[in-house]
T-cell receptor
Framework: AQSVTQLGSHVSVSEGALVLLRCNYS??????LFWYVQYPNQGLQLLLK??????LVKGINGFEAEFKKSETSFHLTKPSAHMSDAAEYFC?????????????FGKGTTLSVSS | DTGVSQNPRHKITKRGQNVTFRCDPI?????LYWYRQTLGQGPEFLTY????????KSRLLSDRFSAERPKGSFSTLEIQRTEQGDSAMYLC????????????FGPGTRLTVT
């Protein structure tokens, strides 16, 4: 069965600092992994995804994530935080390797950015 | 592209009452998903449709919950005999059938059962 663990329910950084949000997964099939972001009073939106191929994937707003099979990790990073990055971030894994199957989400990490 | 819309945005009901939520997906999307999110948790999958066919239901979806997607367009989620434990944010998402994981979420319906 698939599962996702996000380490740290709350991360605080200063503006301009590195952002690192951690995600570890467990999957009985080759995983497809995702990061979603939820801004206050808005729906979740896809930041980036890994399916196959290049293990370093780039997303919107300068975020990227690296799939590391040996570590079962898919950590999200951004070199320099901006105030507008403050939001809740969810890591997710597909329940199967076919298009259209459901997502299993982690509990989320709230990112705070201070000036 | 007007996005996924959900109505109502908020619903307060008394325990034992029935409630129904509506989701209007992005028009060309043939897959539609329902999730539930409680405070401090990520969204939990409930069920999904391809066109009008309900293809998968979670164990979380008790007999009091029913979802429909007539004509493969909008969807409704009904909860019968609501319980306080049903209080949550109910999220709807839609996607194209071949876009793995690329789900577009609505703003959600927040249900409070008193």
């Amino acid at each position: 069965a698939q599962s996702v663990t996000q380490l740290g329910s709350h991360v605080s950084v200063s503006e301009g600092a590195l952002v690192l949000l951690r995600c570890n997964y467990s999957s009985s099939v080759p995983p497809y992994l995702f990061w979603y972001v939820q801004y206050p009073n808005q729906g979740l939106q896809l930041l980036l995804k890994y399916t196959t191929g290049a293990t370093l994937v780039k997303g919107i707003n300068g975020f990227e994530a690296e799939f590391k099979k040996s570590e079962t990790s898919f950590h999200l990073t951004k070199p320099s935080a901006h105030m507008s990055d403050a939001a809740e971030y969810f890591c997710a894994v597909n329940t199967g390797n076919q298009a259209g199957t459901a997502l299993i989400f982690g509990k989320g990490t709230t990112l705070s950015v201070s000036s | 592209d007007t996005g996924v819309s959900q109505n109502p945005r908020h619903k307060i009901t008394k325990r034992g009452q029935n409630v129904t939520f509506r989701c209007d997906p992005i028009s060309e999307h043939n897959r539609l998903y329902w999730y539930r999110q409680t405070l401090g948790q990520g969204p939990e999958f409930l069920t999904y449709f391809q066109n009008e066919a309900q293809l998968e239901k979670s164990r979380l979806l008790s007999d009091r919950f029913s979802a429909e997607r007539p004509k493969g367009s909008f969807s409704t989620l009904e909860i019968q005999r609501t319980e306080q434990g049903d209080s949550a944010m109910y999220l709807c998402a839609s996607s194209l059938w071949d876009r793995l994981g690329e789900q577009y979420f609505g703003p959600g319906t927040r249900l409070t059962v008193t």
